[in-house]
């Protein structure tokens, strides 16, 4: 703690912080370490520490405790942030709407996640042709196929694909895509065309580490839930590694047509079961509530939106093949 005398300090009314402050303070918390914080910031460490000591003086609060090189939050950082976040995106949003509202340039900063193969393969043209219209803008992006929490860590948008599982953000369809199971042809020829979903037990197959093997093997029917047992001899975390090794003749595996089509109209893959239901996976872009809305941030949506009017663009290949 870092009070005088490690006293805490009572309720002042003449208590000064600033933005920089406040922004510091959960940059720092998202990060964990001064020294990431001081990165992304592009400030020296010790005025991040400086802006960290000087708010818990004002507030009379530990915001931190040291330990081993790290940082952790206290429950009063906790329960700042809890209230901070969205207190500063309305603000921000606010100032924008002023300011950048019209047709004048729009600025600042835009983090947007989204999965790792689905961003290299097709959302970075996207926002490459974004960031030319708005040279004004900074786009920051994290691909990763794990699902970050939005507002705790400081995103304004993601992309997530599959059904919504956060009834707490906001949503925009973009396009459709479906999974379904792949192999490769050699594979075929050394273990036989499955014809039926029974027909997958006991084939070797390639799991995707982020979601249960059970989960990802099953198949809804009429006649009810089929659920093979296969063989899981290897995993990964993401999908396009997965799509190698399926060319590479390791095993069956269950991925979206985006990663897989341009492999499935080359003859690397090929499709199995046609005539089971394909699994919908729909793509939307995503984003914590905040009101006002930001110019910066409606001017995205709107040309993620328009980006996918047409469809999954992947599909448009396949059909134009």
Not at 75 to 90: F, G, I, K, T
Not at 160 to 176: H, Q, S, V, W, Y
Request: glycine share 8%.
């Amino acid at each position: 703690m870092v009070f005088d005398k490690g006293e805490r300090r009572g309720y002042r009314s003449d208590m000064r912080y600033d933005l920089d402050q406040l922004t510091t303070f959960l940059t720092v918390l998202e990060l964990g370490t001064v020294t990431a914080a001081s990165v992304r910031l592009n400030l020296s460490k010790s005025v991040v520490s400086k802006r960290i000591s000087d708010l818990e003086l004002e507030l009379g609060a530990a915001l931190f405790r040291r330990n081993a090189g790290r940082i952790m939050p206290t429950e009063a950082a906790e329960r700042l942030a809890q209230r901070l976040r969205p207190a500063l995106s309305e603000l921000s949003a606010t100032v924008e709407s002023a300011a950048w509202g019209g047709d004048e340039q729009l600025r600042g900063t835009l983090s947007i996640s989204a999965p790792m193969s689905f961003g290299t393969l097709y959302l970075t043209p996207i926002l490459a042709a974004f960031a030319a219209e708005h040279p004004g803008l900074h786009l920051r992006i994290d691909l990763d196929d794990r699902a970050h929490d939005l507002a705790r860590e400081g995103f304004d948008l993601g992309i997530r694909i599959g059904p919504a599982r956060d009834g707490a953000l906001m949503a925009r369809k973009l396009c459709e895509d479906q999974a379904f199971p792949i192999a490769s042809p050699a594979f075929l020829e050394r273990h036989g065309r499955p014809v039926r979903p029974e027909d997958l037990n006991g084939l070797p197959a390639i799991g995707y580490a982020n979601v249960n093997t059970a989960t990802m093997w099953q198949f809804r029917l009429d006649r009810g839930s089929v659920q093979p047992a296969v063989r899981e001899v290897i995993s990964a975390n993401n999908g396009e590694a997965i799509r190698d090794l399926a060319i590479a003749g390791a095993g069956v595996a269950i991925l979206p047509g985006f990663i897989v089509a341009r492999s499935i109209r080359a003859g690397l893959l090929e499709r199995l079961l046609p005539d089971v239901p394909l699994r919908n996976l729909p793509i939307n872009a995503v984003w914590p509530p905040v009101q006002p809305m930001p110019a910066k941030l409606r001017a995205l949506i709107d040309h993620l939106a328009a980006s996918f009017a047409g469809g999954c663009p992947w599909q448009q290949d396949a059909e134009a093949a």
